[in-house]
């Protein structure tokens, strides 16, 4: 029997919704192996990205940073992504599409993903330089460019003033705009035909709400006003726009230097006209309720479909476009249920919400509405003739009760109603734990309240980490993360299931836990700790973790008494354990600067003790092959030569990489190695729940990849920003901004706060990212914590760094002042200076290595002897 | 480094002393060449002696007697500092793979003569 050839599904359009549709493809194992055979034509030249963040890129984040799931996705076998390709013609009757370049793609199954274009009005001037829509990365790319450019020009001339910019538009897109026009320094105006902000979602109440919180942010809204035409400068590029007559207030004409198109968007539906597909009355493919065109071979999903007579402009209805196809394509009968089109963003930082009836359009609606001027927040919720029923809801200024509303929508609220209103009864909601399981929670993913808690019950999820894989839930545009997290909490405490928190057999409690009770109750021992809060005599997870909570509360040394018998063996012997039982040697280079005669004094420390030497990732020198009863004869070299322990092998602070900075760079704006010398100085030492990494940028260039970083540092005119919560390693993250243009002691006194509450509150092995996504209220909590000092703690923790700094003392030296400690370091209890007789190595390219079993073998059946091994030349005290 | 001799190591009686009881701390490990072998000694915090093999059967590295100390239930346990895995100091069974004989810890006799601490030859059999 032979396989069946694979059939071939086109898709046109290469943006979230087709990213989705070949997602689901292979999640149901609906690609290659006698499925389907996918080709994706991208108009864009990159994979499909996170359209709904494109902001964030303003941000200063990268295009990487908006990718869509896992990238791996494209390279599954039996899916081809084909970018920066142009479809020109569909040929329906020969069932192929035509390409830009001449290409032709034969195809069974064909669907149009082309998504939308930006409206451009047809006001004269539109075309003229200076004049930008807000779609793509390379919109965004071009915009920042070109704002950058009238920037740097303003500032050399003689009459330096900001550039500013008007946004056509003030809708979602046109605010989203002005965030980002805004975020790039630019004096911003939003020009609205409507008589309110965003009068799609939210009613006159929310928008004076709005306009009064976006001009506090200096934005300056211009309601009620039409563009009658833009106009060039002398130098050819737009200059002003010209109200039409009769605006509100009089307004005639702005003087800009940039202006951002943000009026709507228009579907992409050009190709299913020219192939004589029915199209709706204003554009769309029409398209039945399974998303089928007219021709049973073609689809359309997302916003170029026009489905019950209408486009739909948010992801959310997309993605069940995109699902319903993917169902279709494998057999299924799935058919579109109608869309929830709430929404919830935080546009220039405020957070606006609008769901189900906002309006108040159905009958008999009655309205609860609460307003707070003077904090600027305005809240709606919209219930049944009989004030039971949720139908709907507006939130301008404070969202927070949206994630426990929105599900609700259709169903009795219970209780009073305004209790949702108020500031204190927002969070999450009463009713949350009650919620139904066929309640959505997540409308980005159309996720269940159900679907979360089978993750929890039958799938053995145990976190919310795992619950997001497992459902998606929250994986898209986060507003609903607090629910799920509560809802997923919920569950784990009814299955009894309590393992998550606990530590290890020997104690019930987490990390967190276990550093409060040993600060409040003073305890300094393990044994007496055990013995009190926990049973047992400990493990290789507790041990450790005691360790450093002993260490981050004193700073007594880590081979005192009993800790020493709690520390790992790197944290024991102050160095690093490698495959062959020998350890590594690093010696702290704060900065990665150091002197000719420091790199002298290394490099015959590493000659006399016949080590093999490595420059690190975090600019440093690792010296490695060390015998554990030879460290202390190096440690005595490097210490007499300067150096001291670089804590290579603590849960501590590693490295503050850095750039070279203004003293040498001709692009470097501050100088970042003195910054990271003296970061690293001070934060040397500190004992945390995993490695803590810093860099210090003295550019935006970035050379030192500071973002890369648990606290990045990036250097301004103006002085630093402050970056927190990156990594490298198995899931790599880029930092996220806490801070912006910080002069040098709020920057460090910041860091000090962000380290010590970091240290205090987070989990075992628990690196800044996942803290700060895991922490209740997340980045912004911290930043209020550490800035605002909301939660009162903030001369606490300055005090806790202080002691740190003042405590310092070189793990290194007090070892060698100590005979007692020195003790330690035999190789054999009985024979204190023999060497391991095991050890055995080989050179390469000039340096010593362990040798292989397979070089073992044969160097003894050669009769061969092996170099160095027990007979390396040291150095001898 | 001035680690006092042992005193007469009598092959004959099958017994050879290694160090001071005193010199063990208390959860911390120490190597021990006997006979050419390398054992790890333990000191259990309720006065108890080990000895197993000091080659760790995962890395093949030897270093068994720098690993954490603790228990696992009521087994008086030492966890591998090289990849983390944990064997019960009185069997030598590793819990985390109590089936596989390629992974067990060879277990030697081990005891206290006046304030001396005594390595038996051979390993106890499993």
Partial sequence: MSTPAPRQLVVVGGGMVAHRLVEALVDRGGVADGGWQVTVLAEEPRAPYDRVALTSYFSGRDPQDLALGDPALWDTPGVQLRRGVQVTEVDRAARVVRTAGGREHGYDALVLATGSAPFVPPVEGKDLPGCFVYRTIDDVAALRQYVTEVDTRRKDSTHPRPVTGAVVGGGLLGLEAAGALTALGVQTHVVEFAPRLMPLQVDEGGGEALQRLVGALGVQVHAGTATAKLTAGRDGRVARMHAAEGSAAGLTHLDVDVVVFAAGVRPRDELARACELPVGPRGGVVVDPTCRTEDPAVWAIGEVACLDGRTWGLVAPGYTMAEIVADQLLGGAAEFPGADLSTKLKLLGVDVASFGDAFGTSPGALSVVYGDPVAGVYKKLVLSDDARTLLGGILVGDASAYAGLRPLVGRELGGDPAAWLLPEGAEGGPASAELPDDAAVCSCNNVTAGSIRDAVRCDGCTDLGAVKACTKAGTSCGSCLPLVKKLVTTELAAAGVSVSSALCEHFDVSRAQLFDVVRVTGITSFSELVDRHGRGRGCDICKPVVASILASLDSGHVLDGERATLQDTNDHVMANIQKDGTYSVVPRIPGGEVTPEGLIAIGEVARDFGLYTKITGGQRIDLFGARMELLPAIWERLVAAGFESGHAYGKSLRTVKSCVGSTWCRYGVQDSVALAIALELRYRGLRSPHKIKLGVSGCARECAEARGKDVGVIATDNGWNLYVGGNGGFTPRHAKLLAEDLDTETLVRTIDRFLVYYVRTADRLQRTAPWLEEIEGGLDHVRAVVLDDSLGIAADLDAAMADHVEGYTDEWRATLEDPEKLRRFASFVNAPDSPDPSLSYVVERGQPRPSTAAERTAGEAAGAVLVAGPRLEVFSR | ?126
């Fill in chain 2, 1 to 126: 480094m001035t680690a006092t001799l042992p005193p007469d190591t009598t092959a004959s009686t099958g017994w050879t002393t290694v160090c001071r009881y005193d010199q063990l701390q208390p959860e911390r490990g120490v190597a021990a060449l006997v006979d050419g072998q390398q054992i790890a000694v333990f000191r259990l915090f309720d006065g108890t002696l080990h000895a197993v093999g000091h080659r760790d059967p995962v890395s093949g590295a030897h270093v068994i007697a720098r690993g954490l100390v603790g228990t696992r239930g009521d087994a008086p346990t030492v966890a591998s500092p090289m990849y983390k895995q944990v064997f019960d100091l009185r069997t030598g069974v590793c819990l985390d793979a109590p089936d596989d004989p390629a992974l067990r810890l060879p277990v030697h006799p081990v005891r206290l003569r006046d304030d001396w601490v005594e390595i038996g030859a051979g390993a106890v059999a499993p």
